[in-house]
């Protein structure tokens, strides 16, 4: 910054100082605005569906969760059946939980092979 040595450059200086301090509190309070709307709850509720809906790594992955979750709970209840043994259902729950972990990670290619025999049976049919 330049030296200032007249009483008419001081008043300048100020001047141009005085602008920028009305010109950055504007804008801090633009931002705190802001930041005050993006943290209502509904606001945090909407940006968050919103990430999860155009997500295109957790679309993809939904489908292959769905059928491993159900895949799961459907192996656990023809184990168990109607039984009220605790072993049995500890060992049900565990199998459960194995199922549903190998159907989400093998998604794509469980999704192939029922693919194949659905084409295979469909083409019996006809």
């Known amino acids: 910054m330049q030296s200032i040595t007249t009483i ?3 008043k300048n200086a100020i001047q141009i100082l005085e602008v920028k301090q009305v010109v950055q ?3 801090l309070r633009e931002y705190f605005y802001l930041t005050y709307e ?3 709850p509904i606001n945090l509720w909407k940006n968050a569906l919103k990430e999860i ?3 295109p790594d957790l679309m993809e992955s939904i489908p292959g969760s769905t059928m491993g979750l159900a895949s799961g709970v459907l192996i656990k209840k ?3 059946g109607k ?4 072993f049995r259902k ?3 729950s565990i199998l459960q939980f194995g199922i549903t972990n190998i159907f989400a990670q093998n998604s794509d290619y469980i999704k192939s092979i029922g693919q194949v025999i659905f084409k295979h049976y469909s083409s019996k049919i006809k």
């Open 8 to 10: 008419e450059g001081l």
């Open 25 to 27: 509190g504007q804008k």
């Open 38 to 40: 993006s943290l209502k």
């Open 78 to 80: 023809i184990f168990i």
């Open 83 to 86: 039984s009220e043994n605790m």
């Open 53 to 55: 809906f155009t997500s």
């Open 90 to 92: 500890l060992i049900g």
